[in-house]
């Protein structure tokens, strides 16, 4: 079974926005997800999801130059579309 993509992007919005200033670590926002939607819910589908409110700007994410992992934070607009 797969996830519905408007739950999966909520999830994410929700819980970047819950993180506050903290960036979360991709790995960490994936496995926070699966807690949240099911251990159905793949990396794939999230990465998905993170495409999808990462080309409208609802998100954003910056690389840690040592572990060369993404770290997601939510974008006002992505607040706006929680509101």
Sequence with gaps: MTANPKFLRTAVLTMLKQAGDYQ???????EQVR????RSVT???TQQALGW????????FTVDPMSEEKRWKI?????????
Excluded at 35 to 38: D, S, T, W
Excluded at 53 to 60: E, G, Q, S, V
Aim: with cysteine; hydrophobic share 45%; charged share 25%.
């Design 43 to 45: 990396d794939a589908q």
């Design 24 to 30: 979360l670590p991709e790995a960490a926002l994936c």
């Design 75 to 83: 974008t006002d607009s992505g607040k706006a579309q929680l509101n």
């Design 35 to 38: 807690l949240a939607l099911g």
């Design 53 to 60: 409110l990462h080309d409208r700007a609802f998100i954003d």
